[in-house]
């Protein structure tokens, strides 16, 4: 079974789970949760031996509450059990591994089966169709190919849903600048962060974007701001939507926006999703913030027993004008271990960036270095200077230093020193860009 | 009238000042003056050079932040007085003064200062009619 075999469904069938009337979606979520419970139990030891000590059994799932009593799987189960430990198949049912970039210790390892891949790439093809994609869409694909779940997730929806895919990977900007005018796609998948420097980078090769066939992006992978969308929409000339993956539970294609572009609708026929208080564990009522924890409800190789993303959002209750019934999340701000915490206060690098990009003339080039000297927590903001802001004067740029000064410190409540740089002088990102370092565990 | 000057951003950093200063040398541009205005972070180098438009395009060719501003140059007699009086012109004129900063060379018995107004057409109109000598950019000394 190949996405050739998807891509000749219909759009109208492929979709149809996305419009399900709530009773059928329910039902069916049920029976699935049900059978993955069962699944988890018989075939993984971890979850069985897990679920023995909650005092739970499979039995025990009679209605979509009873998931809470199901236990919560964390981050470090994943690499505890590295590489194979949380298999449900046997290798020779695994048609594809993919490994996440983890930037401590081991990478987590997830598994498809054949089926799991049918089920991955469909999710994949409903979130195309989402953002306003079709087939005949000339679809470039800056994602990293590889053990990264981006590059190939992509790839595969956006062969399935029918588009020309130029596989062009990340990196090497020029040449994307050159496929973009040359070979002409309409969509463009990347990080948000990357996607930033080209355009940046195609201002100065004299290139605008916005002349260009290019009409959606389709981005993600990492959080991004509402500042930075319009700066990217204006920037090229398309609409840009957001993508929530992660390869825990399969890679991109968990969630998308549809063109209300008002929270990303979760494919929650596929990845049941919840809202929990991350302190207790509860699950929150609905439209309250807090973790996104998702169960997989169709995965063969690796299902997924309420992972806890780490990502902090809330449920939209409103029904959404497209008309689909899958529920929709909050773009993620911020995620649990994004926060810092700063001379004891609470700071999320998603706010130092609406507070940069709300101060007129800031590129959304930025760093932030902690350190701690004489055992006090110090932050300093590395911001490029452009060309917009230098205009001669020193106090017009010590204006500006004071003025991200004074609306970062309204905005997070801490002082940071202000540095001014050079242009190109903070690392462009190809992939997830590194915001912040952090010295003071040196 | 006005003399086209180029100013670099530079970081408080070891090799900030030298680099850009080796990057105009070899592309055989002189520096006719200039002036270094600094903060604890960062700093500003203001330079008059032979080639201005040539000078421009190599620093931005290397990276650095540059941008030319129109300044004035104005002759003065090299004595005590000669700065005082120039100065008491400018402010009869109610103009402000951004900075300034002089040539290293007298010649002979005249003295050259460059001055950044705010509004250089302005200015040079107001201190021409009265009686300042100002100094066309072709006419600045290259050695």
Same mark, same amino acid.
């Given at each position: ?146 053990? #990264? ?69 389709? #981005? ?19 609409? /840009? ?14 969630? /998308? ?9 979760? #494919? ?147 002082? /940071? ?26 | 009238?006005?003399?086209? &000057? ?46 201005? &438009? ?78 300042? &000598? ?10």
């Amino acid at each position: 079974m190949t996405s050739a075999h998807i891509g000749t469904q219909s759009p109208s069938t492929l979709n149809g789970p996305d419009f399900l009337g709530h009773e059928s979606l329910r039902k069916g979520q049920l029976a699935r949760l049900k059978a993955i419970a069962k699944l988890a139990w018989d075939k993984v030891e971890p979850y069985r031996a897990r679920m023995q000590n909650a005092s739970v059994t499979p039995d025990d799932i009679q209605s979509l509450d009873d998931i809470a009593r199901l236990p919560f799987t964390v981050k470090t189960d994943l690499r505890d059990s590295y590489p194979f430990g949380l298999l449900a198949a046997p290798m020779s049912e695994v048609v594809r591994l993919h490994a996440s970039s983890g930037t401590t210790g081991k990478p987590i390892v997830v598994a498809y089966t054949a089926e799991d891949m049918q089920v991955w790439t469909s999710t994949m093809v409903r979130a195309f169709h989402a953002c306003g994609c079709h087939r005949g869409d000339v679809v470039q694909n800056a994602y990293g190919y590889g053990l #990264f779940t981006g590059g190939l997730g992509f790839h595969y929806g956006a062969e399935a849903l029918g588009a020309t895919v130029i596989p062009v990977s990340g990196g090497n900007t020029d040449r994307q600048i050159m496929l973009m005018k040359d070979f002409g796609p309409t969509v463009v998948c990347s990080t948000p962060s990357y996607f930033v420097h080209i355009i940046e980078r195609a201002g100065e090769l004299g290139v605008d974007l916005r002349t260009l066939p290019l009409r959606v992006g389709l #981005f993600g992978a990492e959080p991004w701001s509402n500042a930075m969308r319009r700066h990217m929409e204006k920037g090229a000339g398309i609409k /840009a939507y957001d993508m929530y993956g992660l390869s825990e539970i399969a890679g991109p294609g968990i969630g /998308a926006e549809c063109c209300c572009q008002e929270g990303l609708h979760i #494919f929650e026929d596929c990845y049941y999703p919840e809202i929990i208080d991350p302190a207790t564990g509860d699950v929150l009522p609905a439209g309250q913030e807090g973790e996104l924890v998702l169960t997989t409800l169709r995965k063969a190789a690796m299902p997924m027993i309420r992972y806890r993303t780490r990502d902090i959002t809330s449920f939209v209750c409103e029904p959404c004008e497209c008309g689909r019934t899958i529920r929709r999340i909050r773009r993620i701000g911020r995620r649990t271990d994004d926060m810092l915490i700063i001379r004891g206060v609470n700071v999320f690098p998603s706010q130092i960036e609406s507070a940069l990009l709300a101060i007129e003339g800031t590129l959304p080039h930025y760093e932030l270095v902690l350190t701690r000297q004489g055992g006090l927590d110090r932050m300093e903001i590395r911001v490029e200077v452009t060309a917009k802001d230098f205009g001669d004067e020193i106090k017009a740029l010590e204006s500006l230093r004071s003025r991200i000064s004074a609306g970062v410190a309204a905005t997070v409540g801490i002082h /940071a020193q202000v540095s001014l740089v050079e242009p190109h002088s903070i690392q462009r990102s190809t992939g997830k860009a590194k915001r912040v370092i952090d010295n003071r565990n040196v | 009238m006005k003399i086209h &000057q180029i100013s670099v951003f530079m970081e408080n950093r070891p090799g900030q000042l030298s680099h850009p200063c080796r990057a105009l040398a070899d592309a055989g541009i002189n520096i006719l003056t200039l002036s270094l205005a600094d903060t604890q972070q960062f700093g500003i180098m203001r330079l008059i050079v032979d080639n201005w &438009q040539r000078g421009m395009d190599v620093l931005a060719g290397k990276g650095y932040l540059a941008k030319a501003t129109e300044v004035a140059a104005i002759e003065v007699a090299n004595e005590p007085g000669g700065l005082a009086r120039i100065l008491e012109i400018i402010e009869s004129c109610e103009m402000n003064i951004e900075y300034m900063y002089a040539f290293p060379c007298a010649r002979g018995d005249k003295a050259l200062l460059i001055f950044r107004f705010d509004d250089p057409d302005r200015a040079i109109s107001a201190l021409t009619g009265k009686g300042a &000598q100002l100094v066309r950019e072709q006419d600045l000394p290259t050695r």
